[in-house]
């Protein structure tokens, strides 16, 4: 049976003069799961989701978005995207209904969708009822909810989402993360994630790659990462300061 990937990084950089900021990155990402992307800060994983999402070109190398180009092909690349940068821009003199309608023109969707999938998406993520509230008044875990709603409305096919729980209470991310389990399982949806919340990637990720000084040093799922570590008994925590050489102990002897 033929693989599909929804997402293939091949062998990209991005260099701002001399600073090397990823360097040759290269991941296939399959379509129908669900994908964490690590890093220390720093490390360059704002930067390859912003190649990712067409708001930065690479140096070299090439992006492909479920076989489309992303800097040969973007329309055709971003009509199969979903893509919650970390800090989106709203347009706040809209209300949260008029935001997904102009979201949903720019995907050439009918009025009739927009409106279908608008109910279903603000229903989903409880926040109908302020539909016609200009999106200044809604708080933060309010826009990023209208933002996910937004990049949800396409029913794209690879949906990537930088610090997907920031701003949100346990209740929202709770939701966010079932909402995650379906689109994979049932939609054949990749979900693309960079966090830091490290409990969350070991609770939902099928696999994982962690990126360190902008090269990938490990790509795969984390019972891969505890053989290949020696370290079967390691949370994904001590896994991650082991690869990434943050485990030392800083002394507080004369600090605290």
């Known amino acids: 049976m033929e693989v599909k990937y929804s997402l293939s990084i091949e062998s990209v950089t ?16 399959r379509s129908g799961i669900i994908f964490g992307f690590l890093g220390p800060n720093g490390a360059g994983k704002t930067t390859t989701i912003k190649m990712t999402g067409g708001l930065l070109k690479p140096s070299s190398g090439d992006i492909s978005i479920c076989g489309h180009s992303i800097t040969k092909e973007p329309v055709l690349a971003k009509s199969d995207l979903g893509f919650v940068p970390d800090r989106p821009y709203l347009y706040e003199k809209l209300t949260g209904i008029e935001y997904l309608r102009f979201i949903g023109g720019i995907y050439n ?5 927009i409106t279908r999938r608008s109910e279903e998406l603000l229903s989903l993520f409880e926040i109908y009822g302020f539909k016609d ?6 708080s933060h875990g309010m826009k990023q909810r209208l933002v996910i709603c937004g990049a949800l409305i396409h029913r794209p096919r690879l949906f990537v989402i930088d610090e997907p729980l920031v701003g949100l209470d346990p209740k929202g991310a709770r939701l966010l993360k079932r909402v ?9 949806t990749t979900v693309f994630m960079s966090t830091h919340t490290l409990q969350v990637v070991e609770e939902l990720c099928d696999e994982l790659a962690i990126i360190h000084h902008g090269r990938i040093i490990y790509s795969g799922d984390i019972n ?11 949370n994904l925590e001590e896994l ?3 690869l990434t050489g943050g ?3 800083v002394p507080l002897d004369n600090i605290i």
């Open 14 to 29: 991005k260099r701002y003069r001399d600073f090397l900021a990823v360097d040759n990155v290269s991941l296939k990402i």
């Open 109 to 113: 969707l009918s009025e009739t969708e």
């Open 133 to 138: 509230e200009l999106i200044e008044n809604y």
């Open 180 to 188: 995650f389990l379906e689109l994979a399982r049932k939609s054949d």
């Open 224 to 234: 891969g990462m505890k053989r290949l570590l020696g370290n079967a008994d390691a």
């Open 240 to 242: 991650f300061l082991q």
């Open 247 to 249: 485990d030392e102990q």
